[in-house]
């Protein structure tokens, strides 16, 4: 029996995976619910590269290719069940959109949290193929996103794992003896999730939601619900938050750095033109003036010329996301935020914080994550290097924190601050 190269795609919205249920119309696995698949060879029977081929699928069975991103591809899988042998090759794909258009070869759709594959009849071994993708505490060592996007990540990994303990499966969802008697091993999970990024209070703050939420009963399944509702909740802040920004947002804005909540903001509030700085080290600003080009007049800086291009340019104000927000009000973001704060209160502009409530820390620990020195520095002088990834901006250099509560008061930061405090307590 031939065995048949096939990509497996799984497209990614708001925390959730699109499923497809296969219409009588394919030959194979009538029935079952799959991801987006598709043949690595093409029509003409020439073997194309897997995300080459798994983009053709996208589009093909979705009509979604214009609004995915790649994630990750994975390891490939093998499928062998007699009738049929596979060398499935998977992919995670971020997805905008959730407009699918399918074709005849799906009876039906879903967009559904990632352990509904567990739970229906799908085609064989899609769980492992998925496993080959899914985030992981690793993946909170990314450093091109933003800290929500990263939240939702480390929720992800939690509802995942939590609903492998449920169902008694092992990481590739095969049956094993791990349901049951997991709280520890989970809570343990729970832990190192939180204490991943500690510049980023979102993710201490959501994974205590969620184990908080859970301590009464203290199980997996417990969990697992958390973790759906707290994944839900966060999308929904995070939306809230971008809102109430767009609101306030003038026609001339700057910003720097990569925040999922600022570029929902700036989409919303469509200003006629944005400031970019390019956001060393990382660069990631420049992707941001890349990605806002089609919708808007986007001007791309230096970081270091972005102070005096605010009244050159003619800012109005500054946006910028936020990874931590200290209870005092004070302000943990990509290094370059402090000087592009002070820079516009000096041009007399406003510097706009937008953060979900969740960002609020529960004290005022953080911590600047140096990077490598040899980054920006590998000759042989004694040269104490300063490499940084996070800043600090004082309260009093930001003219308001919005939230999905809206704007935020100092007072009302240390209010939140301490609910987040409550949170904590479910290790005591």
């Known amino acids: 029996m031939d065995e048949r190269s096939v990509v497996t795609c799984f497209l990614r919205n708001d925390g959730e995976l699109l499923l497809l249920r296969r219409s009588d119309a394919v ?33 093909a069975e979705t009509g ?8 990750r591809s994975g390891e490939p899988v093998s499928v062998d069940d007699g009738e049929y042998r596979f060398l499935v090759h998977p992919f995670l794909f971020d997805c905008d959109s959730r407009a699918a258009e399918t074709n005849e070869e799906t009876a039906g759709h879903e967009w559904v949290h990632a352990p509904e594959i567990l739970r229906r009849e799908t085609v064989p071994r899609l769980w492992t193929s998925y496993d080959r993708v899914r985030p992981r505490v690793a993946t909170l060592s990314d450093r091109t996103h933003g800290s929500a996007w990263l ?7 939690l509802r995942d794992e ?16 791990r349901a049951g008697d997991d709280w520890a091993a989970l809570a343990d999970l729970a832990r190192r999730l939180r204490d991943a990024r500690p510049a980023m209070a979102v993710l201490e703050n959501r994974s205590n939601q969620v184990m908080t939420a859970a301590s009464d009963e203290e199980t997996p399944a417990a969990i697992e619900r958390a973790a759906r509702g707290a994944i839900e909740q966060s999308v929904g802040a995070d939306r809230e938050a971008a809102r109430v920004a767009a609101s306030e947002l003038p026609a001339r804005v700057a910003t720097l750095s990569r925040s999922g909540t600022v570029a ?18 990382g660069g990631e600003g420049v992707g941001v003036a890349e990605s806002l080009a089609e919708s808007t007049g986007v001007t791309l800086t230096t970081d270091a010329a972005l102070p005096f291009e605010l009244d050159e340019w003619n800012a109005e104000a500054v946006l910028v996301g936020a990874d931590r927000v200290l209870p005092d009000g004070s302000v943990v973001n990509k290094v370059g935020t402090r000087g592009a704060a002070l820079a516009a209160a000096a041009a007399g502009i406003d510097c706009l914080v937008v953060a979900a409530s969740d960002k609020v820390a529960a004290d005022g620990r953080y911590d600047l994550e140096a990077r490598d020195p040899g980054e920006l520095y590998d000759g042989e002088a004694d040269v104490r290097v300063a490499n940084p990834t996070f800043d600090v901006t004082p309260a009093d250099a930001v003219t308001a924190v919005l939230t999905e509560q809206g704007r935020l008061s100092t007072a009302e930061v240390g209010a939140v601050a301490a609910a987040h405090r409550e949170w904590a307590a479910w290790e005591t």
Do not use: N
């Not at 991801?35 to 589009?59: K, L, N, S, Y």
């Not at 939240?151 to 990994?157: A, F, H, I, K, N």
């Open 151 to 157: 939240s939702l990540r480390g929720l992800e990994t």
């Open 64 to 71: 979604l290719a214009d609004a995915v991103s790649l994630v």
């Open 27 to 59: 030959g194979s696995y009538r029935g079952r619910w799959g991801g987006v698949a598709g043949h690595v060879r093409d029509d003409d029977g020439q073997e194309q590269a897997p995300e080459t081929a798994a983009r053709a699928a996208i589009e």
């Open 162 to 177: 939590t609903a492998l303990a449920v169902e008694g499966h092992d990481d590739a969802g095969e049956t094993s003896e």
């Open 264 to 281: 929902a903001a700036l989409r919303q509030g469509d200003p006629e033109a944005v400031l970019v700085a390019e956001s060393r080290p």
